[in-house]
């Protein structure tokens, strides 16, 4: 691995500190490099705060700020040149007297792409770009999906040793204590959480984040023809849920519980409509039907697939076919748990 590489491997793993509370904006990680010394570092912490660059900026030293002139900043993502919730970070670069700026990916942004490198060189600065490309544009990818106007979707479902997923109008546990505990943070990790029908009426999920620490995530359900039991929690408790059906009569007393009566009922169009409600990211969790809808149009992104060691079914509902990259594969008790990226 280069010294390139190594500072820019290091603004990823920065970058993946800001998890979830970016929202739209990307991930981001930058490092500030003065003779092989790391003399800065910092990442994008939440959306509408500060930037990686600025954050990098900011945690120099003051005995340190005469060696920026001769330091070379390492950003995993090309910075902004336009005014948002902050100003550009291009500028703050400009101004900083720093000559040398090493980028992994420039921003996918048609209307921004390369204009940061330009607009850098054009005042003498030295730019390289695409060092870890390959990582740094993974690092970007829920930013990608936000900037098509739909949620970054992660399909979650446990399967049994034999493949099954469950059995018909029965309610099975296929997985264990530890990966109950790792579905929730993938929860807490997540803007909503999606099941269909089926899945509300037969388990009565209550969808949050009760066994893990954060923030639970918008309940979303398709009741197409209101079937869902007006007892059934997701429906009942005090705790927000979107509905999403066809019924433009749909009867719910509740104002945390909101309705949308959708006419297209294309998965894109709904897919939308769920980013328009402030989620970002999104957690598809069954059953089977939901998931294979998913599949079948190629609207995943990634997929944490749950195997049992321990249960057998027989028979019953088979798992949804998934295929993707195996990125990582990991051991939680006697389950195992693959994680799939959508090639």
């Known amino acids: 691995m280069t010294k390139d590489e190594l500072y820019i491997q290091r603004c990823i793993d920065l970058a993946w500190l800001g998890g979830n509370n970016v929202k739209s904006n990307p991930l981001v990680g930058a490092v500030i490099v003065y003779e092989d010394q ?13 930037h990686a660059e600025i954050n990098a900026l900011l945690s120099v030293k003051e005995s340190d700020k005469k060696h920026l002139q001769n330091a070379t900043i390492y950003i995993s993502l090309e910075p902004c040149n336009h005014h ?87 309610r099975i546990q296929i997985s264990g204590e530890g990966c109950s505990i790792f579905t929730h943070k993938l ?35 398709f009741d197409r023809n209101e079937s869902i039991p007006k007892k059934s929690k997701i429906i009942c408790d005090d705790e927000d849920a979107l509905i999403l059906t066809t019924k433009s009569n749909y009867q719910i007393g509740r104002p945390n519980k909101k309705i949308i009566v959708f006419e297209n009922w294309e998965l894109t169009h709904i897919l939308k409509i769920i980013y328009e409600n402030g989620v970002h990211s999104l957690l598809v969790e069954g059953g089977a039907k939901i998931i294979k809808w998913f599949i079948k149009e190629k609207l995943w992104h990634d997929a944490m697939v749950i195997t049992s060691r321990k249960v057998s ?19 939680i008790q006697k389950d195992f748990v693959n994680h799939i990226v959508k090639i």
């Open 84 to 170: 948002g919730k902050t100003p550009p970070c291009v500028t703050a670069l400009i101004n900083s007297g720093i000559q040398k700026v090493v980028i992994g990916s420039t921003d996918p942004n048609p209307d921004m792409m390369g204009k940061s490198v330009n607009i850098l060189r054009s005042k003498g600065i030295q730019v390289e770009v695409g060092i870890c490309q390959k990582k740094t544009d993974f690092l970007i990818r829920k930013f990608v999906a936000n900037m098509n106007g739909i949620p970054f979707v992660t399909i979650k479902f446990a399967q049994s040793k034999d493949f099954f997923i469950g059995q018909i109008g029965e």
């Open 38 to 50: 790391i003399i800065g570092e910092g990442y994008h912490q939440k959306y509408g705060n500060h």
């Open 313 to 331: 079914l027989a028979e019953g509902i088979k798992s949804p076919i998934i295929k993707g990259k195996l990125i990582k594969s990991w051991q």
């Open 187 to 221: 929860r807490a990790d997540n803007d909503g959480i999606l099941i269909g029908t089926k899945t509300a009426i037969i388990d009565n999920p209550s969808l949050t984040t009760r066994d893990y620490p954060g923030k639970s995530p918008l309940r979303i359900v």
